[in-house]
């Protein structure tokens, strides 16, 4: 955005993090919101976008509304998996809602928002036909798998997951010693992360920056839980997919918060465990470590999770998810 020429008040990247865990960032927050009030007060500002994170977007979308600023949410806040009682501040405060999710029109119209499904950014470059990533897998074998490992984007998911994905790793080597590995970091910064917290024995490429070029190459993958999943899904490439947890904050805080039977996106999105999914994983890595040499040994499965998990993310990529927000700005506009 800034290389645009956009005027950035703040970045907050490094700081995003999921569900209970954000509670770490209050303080930062809070302050943020009171500077970004006291701009819309002294600014002129036509439309206000904002992008996901509910928690904070609220704040801003409830100060653009009393200075009667209309807001556009991109991406919706998934009230559908946990905090479903902030429905009420949706429709409140936002005017208009651009999902990515093809059932969250149905879902977010039913409780009054005014919203519209414009397909998910992410998946543009790839569409709109999906077809030719489908795998075969009639050639495959297990003892050269190639794995892509995906430890997320936020500086607390790699804090958390990049240490249990190498343990992985290190384990199925063991097993397929051809096995080789390339690891996505968001930027060089972060691999350089990565590299400084690299255990003993593990080897990788690393790639930036790449996540569907690199699931593309790629027979399975490790991902952190997040929209990368999506991503991996797109080019068919059959993956476990992780979040860690502290056990004792799940079982306080998470597990009354989170409603949803399926925590990772694509198994939201297919209404079922499409792919294995280990929310909250907590320590041991060894049902993981099992799910995937199970996979491994089973070139029908792995073809058929290719195939499905592609069927699953075509509709997604069906047009220019942002090329319509960009239209729908502009109407807002007048």
């Not at 509910?54 to 509304?65: M, R, T």
């Not at 990533?133 to 430890?151: D, E, H, L, T, V």
């Not at 993958?221 to 476990?240: F, K, R």
Request: aromatic fraction near 10%; charge should be positive.
């Amino acid at each position: 955005m800034a290389s645009a020429g956009c005027k950035l008040l703040e970045t907050t990247v490094g700081r995003a993090a999921m569900i209970y865990k954000a509670f770490s960032h209050i303080a930062h927050y809070y302050n943020l919101i009171k500077r970004i009030n006291r701009f819309l007060k002294t600014n002129k500002v036509d439309l206000v976008v904002v992008c996901d994170s509910p928690s904070f977007n609220f704040h801003i979308a409830k100060a653009a509304k009393k200075v009667k600023i209309k807001t556009l949410f991109y991406v919706a806040p998934q009230l559908w998996a946990w905090g479903g009682w902030r429905i009420h501040k949706l429709r409140k405060y936002c005017d208009k809602l651009c999902c990515i999710l093809p059932f969250e029109q149905d879902w977010f119209s039913q409780r009054g928002v005014d919203v519209i499904f414009v397909g998910n950014p992410l998946l543009d470059r790839l569409g709109p036909d999906f077809g030719g990533y489908k795998r075969q897998y009639a050639g495959f074998g297990s003892k050269n798998a190639r794995f892509a490992i995906m430890p997320g984007s936020r500086a607390a998911e790699t804090a958390s997951l990049w240490q249990p994905m190498q343990q992985i790793a290190l384990r199925i080597k063991e097993k397929y010693p051809a096995a080789t590995f390339v690891t996505v970091a968001v930027d060089d910064k972060r691999e350089q992360i990565l590299k400084s917290s690299q255990i003993k024995g593990f080897e990788c490429q690393y790639a930036i920056g790449s996540v569907s070029d690199t699931a593309r190459e790629a027979d399975f993958a490790i991902v952190a839980s997040g929209s990368a999943t999506l991503q991996v899904a797109a080019v068919g490439c059959p993956m476990v997919i992780m979040y860690q947890s502290s056990r004792i904050l799940w079982h306080l805080v998470g597990r009354w918060l989170v409603k949803a039977k399926y925590l990772s996106l694509v198994n939201a999105l297919a209404g079922r465990e499409l792919v294995p999914e280990f929310m909250p994983y907590f320590s041991s890595i060894e049902p993981i470590v099992e799910t995937i040499e199970q996979l491994l040994d089973d070139r029908d499965k792995l073809a058929q999770l290719s195939d499905e998990l592609i069927q699953l993310a075509e509709p997604l990529g069906a047009g220019s998810a942002s090329e319509k927000v960009a239209q729908i700005v502009g109407e807002m506009l007048g």
